[in-house]
């Protein structure tokens, strides 16, 4: 039963679908990388090489950045669920 007291988590999962440089990518002050990209199918939750995070539910701004590119944007993480994030 929830009566406010407890913090639901979801996840998000930062990717590639073609070959990148190595990428730090920064989501509610902690940090992950993206080592390697997924051309042929979507990576699955806490897929090796994503940059995954597990955070309470709600909307946050990520950056992203490699030597030679930048992302910035928005995202929102649902409890119990999996949000997968490419980034172009």
Known sequence: MDN???QFTGRAVFWFDSPREFTTVYLNNAQSYI???YP???PSCGSN???NF???SGTYTYHAESTI???D???TVYAGECSLILLN
Do not use: F, K
Request: proline residues 5%.
């Open 73 to 75: 944007g928005t995202m």
């Open 4 to 6: 406010g007291t407890c």
């Open 40 to 42: 042929a199918a979507l």
């Open 35 to 37: 080592t390697q990209y």
């Open 49 to 51: 090489g994503c940059a």
């Open 69 to 71: 590119s930048t992302w």
């Open 54 to 56: 597990t955070v309470p």
